[in-house]
Antibody, heavy 123, light 107 residues
Framework: EVHLLESGGDLVQPGGSLRISCAASGFTFSNYAMNWVRQAPGKGLEWVSEISDRGGSIFYADSVKGRFTISRDNSANTLYLQMNSLRAEDTALYFC????????????????WGQGTLVTVSS | DIQMTQTPSTLSASVGDRVTITCRASQNINSWLAWYQQKPGKAPKLLIYRASILASGVPSRFSGSGSGTEFTLAISSLQPDDFATYFCQQCHRYSFTFGGGTNVEIK
């Protein structure tokens, strides 16, 4: 069974930094692209970033580009998000999500999600 | 970015009703669309991918249709477990974007 477990969420001051993690199990982590998606309290979903299976391709939402860095350690089955220059509008529940793959190809549509880790940016 | 507009934002329905939710893309996204269900305090769950393919384990009362710019999620006979918020998502082009959500509530 696929399991994604986020950790590292915390209360951070504006301008501060934080690294959150997502530990994966139950599937061959190195075969799948991984994503971060966030949800501000009471709001909708916002895609944040994607990293390809081997880490060679990375994409970011404009709202976090230049401030956030996605990375992965396939030997440790772990996904990371380094967040710098945090703003109040970054306050959200951060989910890691796995892309779906068929026998033929993979899509950036997310068939497994973690339970989320809460990042609060406030003074 | 591609904008995804979901309608309605709230839908009141009864058990057994057929309901439909619409998602419109600001440009052609072919069939690069997914639908998710989310319940309070939980992560989203994938229902439909590639606009019309039912994800594993999803009941057959859910169906998706459409291509290009207009898409529909239908629930043929609403069940008590279906009262939730539904989101569409495009992955045709980075940055991926979600619709604003449709809250399906009990009438």
């Amino acid at each position: 069974e696929v399991h994604l477990l986020e950790s590292g969420g915390d209360l951070v001051q504006p301008g501060g930094s934080l690294r959150i993690s997502c530990a994966a199990s139950g599937f061959t982590f190195s075969n799948y692209a991984m994503n971060w998606v966030r949800q501000a309290p009471g709001k909708g979903l916002e895609w944040v970033s994607e990293i390809s299976d081997r880490g060679g391709s990375i994409f970011y939402a404009d709202s976090v580009k230049g401030r956030f860095t996605i990375s992965r350690d396939n030997s440790a089955n772990t996904l990371y998000l380094q967040m710098n220059s945090l703003r109040a509008e970054d306050t959200a529940l951060y989910f890691c999500a796995k892309g779906i793959c068929t026998d033929v190809t993979c899509y950036s549509m997310f068939d497994s999600w973690g339970q989320g880790t809460l990042v609060t940016v406030s003074s | 970015d591609i904008q995804m507009t979901q309608t309605p934002s709230t839908l009141s329905a009864s058990v057994g009703d057929r309901v439909t939710i619409t998602c419109r893309a600001s440009q052609n996204i072919n069939s690069w669309l997914a639908w998710y269900q989310q319940k309070p305090g939980k992560a989203p769950k994938l229902l439909i991918y590639r606009a019309s393919i039912l994800a594993s384990g999803v009941p057959s009362r859910f169906s998706g249709s459409g291509s290009g710019t207009e898409f529909t999620l239908a629930i043929s006979s609403l069940q008590p477990d279906d009262f939730a918020t539904y989101f569409c998502q495009q992955c045709h082009r980075y940055s991926f974007t979600f619709g604003g959500g449709t809250n399906v509530e009990i009438k």
